[in-house]
């Protein structure tokens, strides 16, 4: 499951998981993978009914896709609640760290799209409209960069 990559100039492999990722499989969280689930409940990635996932349909908002991931899990995420819910984000950036370090671009896109549904169940259950969130960068303007 973990993956290790060679440190250059040392001949010793070095995990690329974040320790979070560590955590929230220490307090005995399950995890969707073990089943062969994805967030959606198949196995590869496509939302029920909608028969694609590499965007031959229609495209989703962000707003579209933040309220389909409500509708879909609110309730039992809001039971969960946010320090349990931020566990599986950080379990979703370190299995994305992961695919970003191999060269399967599935995993990379799937990966991307379990991130972005975290990232939306957190919004949401904090009340954040990331749409309106986003404003900072779409409307308002971010002076400099990092």
Aim: hydrophobic share 40%; proline share 3%.
């Amino acid at each position: 499951m973990t993956q290790g990559r060679t440190v250059t100039g040392t001949g010793r492999r070095k995990s690329i998981v974040p320790v979070a990722a560590a955590a929230v499989r220490a307090i005995g969280l399950s995890f969707h993978r073990r089943l062969g689930f994805n967030r959606f409940g198949s196995a590869d990635g496509v939302a029920p009914g909608d028969g694609n996932s590499h965007g031959d349909g229609p495209a989703m908002t962000i707003k579209e896709f933040q309220d389909f991931i409500d509708a879909k899990y609110g309730k039992r995420d809001r039971e969960r609640g946010t320090p349990h819910t931020f566990l599986w984000f950080m379990e979703e950036i370190g299995e994305l760290a992961s695919a970003l370090a191999g060269d399967n671009q599935v995993d990379k896109e799937e990966e991307f799209a379990d991130v972005l549904a975290w990232l939306c169940t957190l919004a949401n259950i904090n009340d954040v409209d990331l749409t309106h969130a986003l404003e900072k960068y779409t409307i308002k303007g971010v002076d400099g960069f990092k």
